[in-house]
């Protein structure tokens, strides 16, 4: 079973560059997530998915897009990479509530190390 | 604003019993979480509280107390592999997670 799986596992950028961090989960799930994890905080949501088609933000969007064209997919953009950006990424996947949230249950990809010169 | 409190790190002993405390306030509470996460690796889900009282799954158990925001994480029967972060997380009345920064457990021999 993959499960979630995220490219790249590591990843070294120069201020200004962009990228695209991959995930895809086999789960059939209806809500994705990207968070980031910094030494000493919480996971912080970027942004999150609770169908194709449908995006929100997270508490620390700036610098970010993302999109959901299917169920599959949900990639993470990072459109002009800054040093504050160094992190650990995770892409999180769960079924959904009737309501359309996230049930808590959490499925986490094995997380992309960003570092931004 | 919204706060979730865990002691940074504990110490324990193979074979021995810990307790993992974790204070929270939020607006609204719709469950807590607690996850394990090894070293470089992916947080897995470990249990799930809404309702007042203990839930025990094997050597785990988390209990919950809804009026005093609080929650503990018990682990017995302590062995080497159980050497990880324990996270707790909050889902308030936007059913948003809100995660504490988590408690590093060193387990010694």
């Known amino acids: 079973n993959a499960g979630v799986t995220q490219t790249p596992k590591f990843q070294v950028l120069k201020t200004g560059q962009s990228m695209t961090l991959q995930c895809a989960q086999d789960m059939n799930h209806e809500y994705m997530s990207w968070y980031r994890q910094d030494p000493g905080m919480g996971l912080r949501l970027i942004h999150y998915s609770v169908g194709a088609g449908i995006t929100d933000q997270g508490e620390v969007p700036n610098g970010y897009n993302v999109s959901r064209s299917t169920t599959e997919d949900f990639p993470l953009r990072l459109l002009s990479a800054a040093p504050s950006q160094t992190s650990v990424y995770f892409c999180a996947s769960s079924q959904a509530t009737a309501d359309r949230t996230t049930t808590g249950e959490l499925f986490f990809g094995e997380g992309s190390r960003l570092t931004v010169l | 604003g919204q706060n979730i409190d865990q002691p940074t790190e504990m110490t324990a002993t193979e074979g021995a019993i810990v307790q993992i405390n974790c204070t929270y306030q939020t607006s609204g509470f719709n469950g807590l979480f607690w996850y394990q996460q090894h070293a470089g690796e992916a947080p897995t889900f470990l249990s799930y509280n809404v309702l007042d009282g203990l839930e025990e799954k094997g050597r785990f158990s988390s209990f919950l107390s809804r009026s005093k925001g609080y929650s503990y994480l018990l682990l017995k029967e302590l062995q080497m592999k159980d050497s990880a972060s324990y996270l707790c997380?909050?889902?308030?009345?936007?059913?948003?997670?809100?995660w504490g920064a988590g408690t590093k457990l060193i387990i010694k021999p």
């Open positions: 997380a909050v889902m308030d009345s936007n059913y948003q997670l809100i």
